[in-house]
């Protein structure tokens, strides 16, 4: 509560325009924010949407249009630069990907009691996550499909670009108002397009343990060391988070240990890295089955690529027609009647913070 009551004393003197003030800062080196994106000083805080260790999500209301929008603080370090740098270089190449969190601007504020901060202002997605329907039960085949679709089209974006999303997670995959599926939160992602790039991965995040594959837990014996080609690995490490992830949709819990089991450390790397290949649910379409194999084969080496998995038959068939494509959701309302806005895994805060 005493961070709650300081965070509302906070005011912020940072200007709307230029949005990097200070040119020796190092965001000056990078893409620059989407032209006509909205400052700090355009924006009124409404409530805290989630924290984690890479910094609060706010709500915000865009004072000029009445739009809401998301906004991520974070403190001015090494790990700030990277995640706005992932996401500066997505949005340079299609600011309005269906199947990406939509990033408005970056905007850095002015030192205060000797921190700084760095902001992104995001789009805002009130219906949740992927996480959020889970709660609720498994899912059906053909909204795993359109899940599946929607991620793969993203990750290939992504991929193009050289960026590995590096978390590939329920909770990291946000759902639209039309039903879609947008990856957000770029904080363990990495810029991979050269030998360097990958050297430096290496000492950045490495996302959630649960949804990494075997050449992260275990490089030296999958053959995933700075020595390899890791930019490949790199890629297919989101393959085989989106492998469980799906599995996860099917079963309606994490598949990769036992029913009321915690997925510890030791229970983590003994079922990723030493048992058998996960396995498939009986009930489960032979379609479905072949695609999560081939998104789960342990040798990175072997594993489907994005591209592959986009012309599989389980999710290159034509889509299911609905009367609302959003139809497939479990409802976001719980039984007081109030939306889920809890995309990162909290309930909102109401706080009043002027920057």
Request: with cysteine; net charge neutral; glycine share 10%.
């Amino acid at each position: 509560m005493a961070k709650l009551r300081e965070r509302r004393q906070l005011r912020l003197s940072v200007p709307a325009s230029p949005p990097f003030p200070h040119q020796e800062h190092p965001f000056a080196a990078l893409l620059s924010t989407p032209p006509g994106s909205p400052g700090l000083a355009e924006l009124e805080i409404l409530s805290v949407v989630g924290r984690g260790s890479g910094g609060t999500v706010y709500r915000a209301r865009h004072r000029l249009t009445g739009a809401t929008l998301a906004v991520k603080e974070m403190r001015d370090d090494g790990a700030a630069l990277r995640e706005a740098g992932a996401h500066l270089r997505v949005a340079a190449a299609a600011p309005d990907h269906p199947s990406v969190v939509r990033l408005h601007g970056v905007c850095v504020g002015h030192p205060v009691a000797g921190n700084r901060f760095v902001y992104l202002v995001l789009e805002y997605l009130p219906e949740g996550s992927l996480s959020d329907v889970l709660v609720r039960g498994a899912l059906p085949e053909p909204a795993i499909a359109r899940v599946a679709r929607c991620v793969l089209r993203g990750l290939s974006h992504l991929h193009r670009l050289g960026v590995a999303h590096g978390d590939v997670k329920p909770s990291n995959l946000l759902v639209g108002h039309r039903g879609e599926i947008k990856i957000a939160d770029f904080g363990a992602s990495r810029v991979v397009t050269s030998r360097d790039d990958c050297e430096e991965a290496h000492h950045q995040s490495p996302g959630t343990w649960a949804y990494m594959s075997p050449e992260k837990l275990h490089p030296e014996g999958f053959g995933a060391t700075v020595a390899s080609p890791g930019v490949v690995a790199d890629f297919s490490g989101d393959v085989w988070s989106l492998g469980v992830v799906l599995l996860e949709c099917h079963a309606g819990r994490f598949p990769l240990v036992a029913a009321g089991e915690r997925p510890d450390w030791p229970a983590l790397v003994l079922a990723v890295c030493f048992a058998a290949a996960p396995e498939v649910p009986v009930a489960a379409s032979p379609e479905f089955g072949g695609f999560v194999r081939r998104c789960l084969e342990k040798d990175w080496r072997r594993r489907a690529t994005v591209e592959e998995l986009l012309g599989h038959p389980y999710v290159a068939g034509k889509p299911s027609r609905s009367r609302r494509q959003n139809e497939w959701l479990t409802t976001f309302h719980d039984k007081t009647g109030q939306v889920n806005t809890s995309i990162y895994g909290e309930d909102e805060i109401k706080v009043q913070k002027q920057f």
